[in-house]
Protein backbone atom coordinates (compact mmCIF):
# COMPACT_ATOMS: atom_id res chain seq x y z
CA UNK A 1 0.00 0.00 0.00
CA UNK A 2 2.76 2.61 0.60
CA UNK A 3 4.43 4.19 -2.04
CA UNK A 4 6.68 6.92 -3.06
CA UNK A 5 6.76 8.26 -6.84
CA UNK A 6 9.04 10.64 -7.65
CA UNK A 7 9.15 13.50 -10.32
CA UNK A 8 11.57 16.43 -11.69
CA UNK A 9 14.83 15.06 -12.42
CA UNK A 10 16.58 16.07 -15.85
CA UNK A 11 19.09 17.15 -17.36
CA UNK A 12 20.68 20.52 -16.28
CA UNK A 13 23.30 23.31 -17.08
CA UNK A 14 25.98 23.34 -14.46
CA UNK A 15 24.57 26.65 -12.51
CA UNK A 16 20.97 25.53 -12.93
CA UNK A 17 18.29 24.55 -10.73
CA UNK A 18 15.58 21.23 -10.24
CA UNK A 19 13.29 21.10 -8.16
CA UNK A 20 12.68 16.94 -6.95
CA UNK A 21 9.08 15.61 -5.63
CA UNK A 22 7.73 13.03 -4.10
CA UNK A 23 4.13 12.05 -3.90
CA UNK A 24 3.64 9.61 -0.44
CA UNK A 25 0.70 7.43 -0.04
CA UNK A 26 -0.17 4.86 2.66
CA UNK A 27 1.64 6.10 5.54
CA UNK A 28 1.05 8.41 8.12
CA UNK A 29 3.06 11.01 6.59
CA UNK A 30 3.36 13.50 9.00
CA UNK A 31 4.73 11.01 12.02
CA UNK A 32 7.41 9.76 9.28
CA UNK A 33 10.97 10.94 8.66
CA UNK A 34 11.38 12.02 4.55
CA UNK A 35 14.31 12.13 3.03
CA UNK A 36 16.46 12.09 0.16
CA UNK A 37 19.06 10.06 -1.19
CA UNK A 38 21.66 9.85 -4.12
CA UNK A 39 23.54 7.27 -5.65
CA UNK A 40 26.23 7.74 -8.98
CA UNK A 41 27.72 5.77 -10.61
CA UNK A 42 30.48 3.45 -8.17
CA UNK A 43 29.38 5.05 -5.36
CA UNK A 44 27.91 4.36 -2.57
CA UNK A 45 24.15 5.79 -1.70
CA UNK A 46 24.32 8.98 0.63
CA UNK A 47 21.69 10.94 2.51
CA UNK A 48 21.69 14.10 0.63
CA UNK A 49 18.73 15.97 2.93
CA UNK A 50 16.44 14.59 5.36
CA UNK A 51 13.63 16.15 7.10
CA UNK A 52 12.07 14.87 10.72
CA UNK A 53 8.35 14.97 12.00
CA UNK A 54 9.08 18.19 13.60
CA UNK A 55 10.82 20.23 10.58
CA UNK A 56 14.17 19.94 11.64
CA UNK A 57 16.64 19.27 9.02
CA UNK A 58 19.88 17.70 8.08
CA UNK A 59 22.19 18.16 4.82
CA UNK A 60 24.74 16.54 2.97
CA UNK A 61 27.89 19.03 3.64
CA UNK A 62 28.70 19.44 -0.12
CA UNK A 63 25.12 20.68 -0.54
CA UNK A 64 24.66 23.05 2.00
CA UNK A 65 23.43 26.34 0.94
CA UNK A 66 22.48 25.29 -2.36
CA UNK A 67 20.00 22.51 -1.64
CA UNK A 68 16.72 22.59 0.58
CA UNK A 69 14.07 20.11 1.58
CA UNK A 70 10.67 20.60 2.45
CA UNK A 71 7.27 19.15 2.91
CA UNK A 72 3.68 19.35 2.48
CA UNK A 73 1.65 17.26 4.85
CA UNK A 74 -1.39 17.98 4.07
CA UNK A 75 -0.68 17.21 0.54
CA UNK A 76 1.69 14.83 1.41
CA UNK A 77 4.26 15.91 -0.88
CA UNK A 78 7.98 16.33 -0.06
CA UNK A 79 10.62 18.16 -2.13
CA UNK A 80 14.24 18.86 -2.73
CA UNK A 81 14.92 22.35 -4.45
CA UNK A 82 18.17 22.09 -5.65
CA UNK A 83 20.42 25.61 -6.74
CA UNK A 84 23.32 25.88 -8.30
CA UNK A 85 23.92 22.43 -9.33
CA UNK A 86 27.71 20.76 -10.12
CA UNK A 87 28.22 18.58 -12.54
CA UNK A 88 29.27 16.08 -8.86
CA UNK A 89 25.31 16.48 -8.01
CA UNK A 90 24.78 13.48 -10.92
CA UNK A 91 23.26 10.88 -9.69
CA UNK A 92 19.88 8.85 -9.45
CA UNK A 93 17.73 10.67 -6.33
CA UNK A 94 15.50 9.02 -4.10
CA UNK A 95 12.96 9.68 -1.83
CA UNK A 96 12.72 7.80 1.33
CA UNK A 97 10.10 7.61 4.32
CA UNK A 98 10.90 6.07 7.77
CA UNK A 99 9.82 6.44 11.34
CA UNK A 100 12.71 6.03 12.56
CA UNK A 101 16.66 7.28 11.65
CA UNK A 102 17.70 3.36 12.23
CA UNK A 103 14.72 1.92 9.70
CA UNK A 104 15.36 0.95 6.12
CA UNK A 105 11.31 2.50 5.40
CA UNK A 106 10.25 3.01 2.27
CA UNK A 107 11.59 4.05 -1.11
CA UNK A 108 10.86 5.52 -4.72
CA UNK A 109 12.07 4.24 -7.96
CA UNK A 110 14.26 7.17 -8.17
CA UNK A 111 14.79 10.11 -10.57
CA UNK A 112 18.20 10.54 -12.99
CA UNK A 113 19.65 14.14 -12.40
CA UNK A 114 22.55 15.15 -15.12
CA UNK A 115 24.33 18.08 -14.78
CA UNK A 116 26.44 18.37 -17.61
CA UNK A 117 27.53 21.26 -20.24
Known amino acids: QVQLVESGGGLVQPGGSLRLSCAAS????????MGWYRQAPGKQRELVARMYSGGSTTYLQPVRGRFTISRDNAKNMVYLQMNSLKPEDTAVYYC???????????WGQGSQVTVSS
Open 96 to 106: NARASPVEDGY
Open 26 to 33: GVIFSRNI
